[in-house]
């Protein structure tokens, strides 16, 4: 590290501290004696508060401000997306506060009845009569400060062309109208040969490989990446992927949460919807978290942090944290309510399965809830759910059913599944049993042959028992007996617990882990009770819905061909596998195939730098931060990708901010920011009850516009494009009414004020809005636009616009005592998709149960042995900031409140190596080096190094970038901290420098990453 780097790491540690010590001590002393400093507050009571959007008069009436416009919207502070009313000041058209909505779930508990005024609801959220204590509706750090970005000097507010080689920061800014000719029509854009635009590229009748003609057309050659869904992710897949005919959408799942993510669609046997689960934190009475801290992070931040808080105290909750660090889920003041358990990192799953194995040996599991079948029989019981516990899955070796889960008519498409009837013996359809025999090793006849079968649960119960206790511990790091003591206590509970993870799985044997881990809540039968686990409380019709269809129109093409990532579709159905096989070697193929996951972001990226199965023609980067967000991308893509020939001809981004990722590409187009941004949207988890969530332009967007006057943004930008390509589904006869008719598709309203019209319709339809309410909602400049879309509708769409969205009430969550919104589908305990998929590296193949896989490499080999403690001892983990994420480097005010980030370590570890607190230290692993300031400190397990992720930035204002004439100096403070992420490296066991992942479904590992520590001079 040159010394100007380690002068500033020390400087920030040294203002850091010195702040904390002395930093208030000239307030606190002007405080003490009751002294002035500086010029007198305008008030004596309030100081310098600003004035308030409305007050309540003697009388007990609201008197809203006419100074102050109070809007309900959504904040895209990070990927909770909560529910929030921001304050407009009407002079300026800024926004100069943020707080909860009350009638949103995530901003609130309780929340307000839908059909509540909305004056009454700014009485409701007062101080008249202490209403607010109990009714108070609430932003985090980030949602109070995170709307500074709307004016930060770094946003990108015209579009811009590079002006040298990617990758140097130099832009020119261009008209709206030269970049829709140039990505359309493309050419000689650079300098540097003919680049095809994306008419070019929309061929749907050429092969891409008539060698391969399951790769499907040109079309397939456009990729596009987006992020965690804010609400505009259907417009983009629905509206413009789909017209243009291409498979090759992602978002950021992949380096996100992928494992978990797949760890549930598994469990819950979906592939396609990939559903997922979160505890009910109000109800629950023991839960675990895995890796995820309620109150630190995880999603939704807000609200289960507020949940499980009121739980420990007001209700009869008791939780444990497991996690390699102490964080602020644990509280002294929680008392026994609450433990932290310390986990060597990655050791999750040998938790998991060690819990199960003790569980199952001690006949501690819910036999007879195990037993239940079906849906029909689960029904007849008054069971909320059901598994496959029981269902038969064919072991006999080489036979052409083996792996299968046995079936009464042999059709893949039917259901109709056989099991042992445990009051007869007897094979019957499992719709006509209430309770089968659980476990079944034995051969039976079936189609005239014998066949050897086992139950689900059997083969669990001895993929559990493949380790012991003991064994299982040393893997985890937590002893046998207090393993032993969590699997008692879990079982304790009867239905009320529920188990949590989420980034802890992203590792290598991630997929497994999570599977495990939700196994634990169907051993006791929790999924659908009230206090157990659930699937989310679902959301009014949207996109096609009573009014409109919003995902059809005419002209739209089929989208043949796979894509581009190797997803979704098995290596065995490809024309490669069946040349490798005539060849009489059908294994492996060139890369991994990933059967039975959704998509992977990076594998746009490297499926095309590595050509296979094809490479890519043009990119759309959708606020896509990959090179920052995924470990190892700046190590293993961002050189790859300043080369166009050797990776992607046409690159554009769509971002608001030149950041990492869109500093690599070919043009940048502006995008809308938080609270000048459409959007329709439901909770990502831990919500009861139907809720939707719309958002739209409360302040003026900033950016250049296009001849109609429309701002530069994502939406727009696609609706110009696809006008220009001449797409089904853009220009005026477009979007398809319920009724036949045929609307435009122009402006980005027409689309999502239709979105507004479906929700507002759904079932029974709101009420409609008054002018009072359009007046308190500042909806009065809407009002044109809302007749001219919604002309029969729009007093009704406003109203939803008012409210900020659509939310059913509280009293809608239970029935008794089950959810009653439930999860329809059922439980596997063995996944016929997965037990029956193979590696196309090694045909090793996949466990059809959970199971205990050390972390390794794709091909099998063992990290530990790869890369041995004798060079790596320590495990490098990241965890989330409860203020900072990644997206808001831009806000200047979240730094105020946390300004850099440290590297974390045990005191007893510092101790024996030497190192001190404050000390500039680097970590190294395999494929990558960070620097650092260390923090020493207790509460870490001894084999741990933790480092908070959403430091270390170079973009978004972090780095200098030319501009047409114009030098943007960057900001020191935004590049302090380190990022983990460039500790990734590459698999050495795969082609092209990919990343190393979870060996099953290809997700970013960003945990558990091999490092070793040393202290750098100073």
Known sequence: ???????????????????????????????????????????????????????????????????????????IGCTTHCGVRVKVENKSGTVVRAAGNPYHPLSSDPWLPYETPLRESLRWTSNHDESGLENRSTACARGNVVFDKIHDRFRVLTPLKRAGKRGEDKWIPISPEQLIEEVVNGGNLFGEGHVDGLAAIRDLKTLIDPDNPEYGTRANQLGILGTADEGRKDFMVFRFLQAFGSKNYSGHSSICGLSMRAGNAAFLSDFKKYPHLK????????????????????????????????????????????????????????????????????????????????????????AAYLSV???????????????????????????????????????????DFLVIDSTDGQLKSADQVDAARLEVDETI????????????????????????????AQESGIPAEEIADLAHEFTSHGRKVAVDCHGNTMHTTGF?????????????????????????????????????????????????????????????????????????????????????????????ITGSINHYPYPLKALISWNANFIYGESGGENTLAEALKD??????????????????????DYIVPDSVLYETWGELNPWGAWLTKTNAVRYPVVTPRQATFANGEPVCMDSFVIEIGKKLG????????????????????????????????????????????????????????VPRLRRVSPENWRKVAYVMARGGRFEGKEGAYKESHLAKKYPGMISIYSETVGTSRSSLTAEKYSGVPTFYGARLVKGDLLVKRFPRSEYPLTAFSFKSNV??????????????????????AARTAESLGLAHGDVVELTSPGGRIEGLLRVREGMHPEAIGVEHGFGRSGEGAITVQIGNETLEGLRFRKSGASINLLGFADPDRPGRIALSDFAVGSNSRQVIPVRIRKLPS
């Not at 507050?41 to 006419?66: F, H, T």
Request: proline share 7%.
């Open 1 to 75: 590290m040159k010394q100007s780097r380690r002068k500033f790491l020390k400087i920030t540690g040294l203002a850091t501290a010195a702040g904390a010590a002395v930093g208030y001590s000239d307030t606190l002393t002007a405080a003490a004696r009751l002294r002035r400093r500086g010029n007198p507050a305008p008030d004596a009571i309030y100081g310098n508060a600003p004035a308030p959007e409305a007050r309540i008069n003697d009388s007990g009436q609201v008197v809203p401000n006419a100074d102050f416009t109070v809007a309900s919207t959504v904040c």
């Open 279 to 366: 505890p009910d934190f109000e109800h629950c009475e023991f839960l675990i978290n895995f890796g995820t801290s309620p109150g630190q992070a995880g999603n939704p931040f807000k609200r289960q942090g507020k949940l499980l808080a009121r739980a420990r105290s007001e209700g009869n909750l008791r939780y444990v944290t497991v996690t390699p660090m102490l964080t602020n889920s644990d509280s002294i003041a929680a008392g026994d309510r609450s433990r932290w358990m310390p986990i060597r990192p990655g050791g999750d799953l040998a938790l998991a399965m060690g819990m199960i194995r003790w569980i199952i040996e001690n006949g501690r599991h819910n």
């Open 373 to 415: 079948p079906s849906k029909a029989s689960m029904e007849r019981v008054g069971e909320p759910s059901f598994t496959n516990s029981s269902h038969l899955v064919v072991v006999t070796p080489g036979h052409q059913l083996e792996g299968r889960v046995l079936k009464a008519s042999g059709d893949a498409g039917k259901e």
């Open 445 to 472: 006849v079936y189609g005239g042959e014998r066949l050897a079968v086992k139950s689900s649960f059997t083969l669990l119960k001895e993929s559990a028992f493949r380790f012991t206790l003991e064994e299982y």
């Open 512 to 604: 497994y882990t999570t599977w495990a881990i939700l196994s634990l809540s169907a051993l006791v039968g929790s999924l659908n009770y009230k206090g157990g686990m659930s699937a989310g409380g679902g959301k009014f019709t949207d996109m096609k819905g009573a009014a409109y269809d919003l995902t059809d129109y005419p002209g739209k093409p089929k989208q043949p061909g796979i894509r581009i990532d190797r997803t979704r579709i098995a290596y065995e159905k490809t024309s490669e596998f069946k040349r490798n096989q005539a060849a009489g070697k059908p294994y492996p193929a060139k890369d991994q195939w990933y059967p039975f996951t959704n998509a992977i972001e990076t594998g746009l």
């Open 644 to 665: 166009p020939k050797a990776s992607i001809p046409l690159m554009i981004a769509i971002d608001p901010f030149i950041n990492e990722t869109s500093r690599l590409a």
């Open 727 to 782: 797409l089904p589904g853009f220009g005026p006869q477009a979007i398809k009414a319920s009724n036949g008719s045929l609307h435009p598709l122009e402006r980005p309203e027409d689309f999502y004020l239709r979105v507004f019209e479906n929700v507002a319709l759904d079932a029974k339809s709101v009420p409609n809005a008054d002018d009072e309410e359009i007046r308190l909602a500042g909806l009065q400049d809407y």
């Open 884 to 905: 900072v994420s990644s997206p808001n480097t831009a806000s200047s005010r979240l730094r105020d409140l946390r300004y850099t980030s440290t590297i974390d370590i």
